[in-house]
Nanobody, 123 residues
Framework: QVQLVESGGGLVQAGDSLRVSCVAS????????IGWFRQAPGKEREFVAA????????RYADTVKGRFAISRDNAKSTAFLQMNSLKPEDTAVYYC????????????????WGQGTQVTVSS
């Protein structure tokens, strides 16, 4: 299996930036598409961003487009989500996910999940 561990979450002010990381172990992540999802208390899990196994293709939710950037470093088995101009509505637990297939935007399409890292954005 693939194990995913997120880190880098924290408490920031609106307008600040934060980068969360996802380190994969167990299997090489090279052939896996990576997605970032988030879930606020009482809310459904929401797609944030995804990146293809090659890193060539990326997709973003409209709510974060232009503010967030997903990237990956396959040599380090790590994916990143750079979050800029953070808003209070970005507050959520952020999860990374992996699938050994092409890029996808629905959480049900991903096979492996991390435990999440909390991002809190104050007003």
């Amino acid at each position: 299996q693939v194990q995913l561990v997120e880190s880098g979450g924290g408490l920031v002010q609106a307008g600040d930036s934060l980068r969360v990381s996802c380190v994969a172990s167990g299997r090489t992540i090279t052939n896996y598409a990576i997605g970032w999802f988030r879930q606020a208390p009482g809310k459904e899990r929401e797609f944030v961003a995804a990146i293809s196994q090659s890193g060539v293709m990326t997709r973003y939710a409209d709510t974060v487009k232009g503010r967030f950037a997903i990237s990956r470093d396959n040599a380090k088995s790590t994916a990143f989500l750079q979050m800029n101009s953070l808003k209070p509505e970005d507050t959520a637990v952020y999860y990374c996910a992996a699938r050994p297939y092409s890029i996808a935007t629905m959480y049900s399409q991903y096979n492996y999940w991390g435990q999440g890292t909390q991002v809190t954005v104050s007003s």
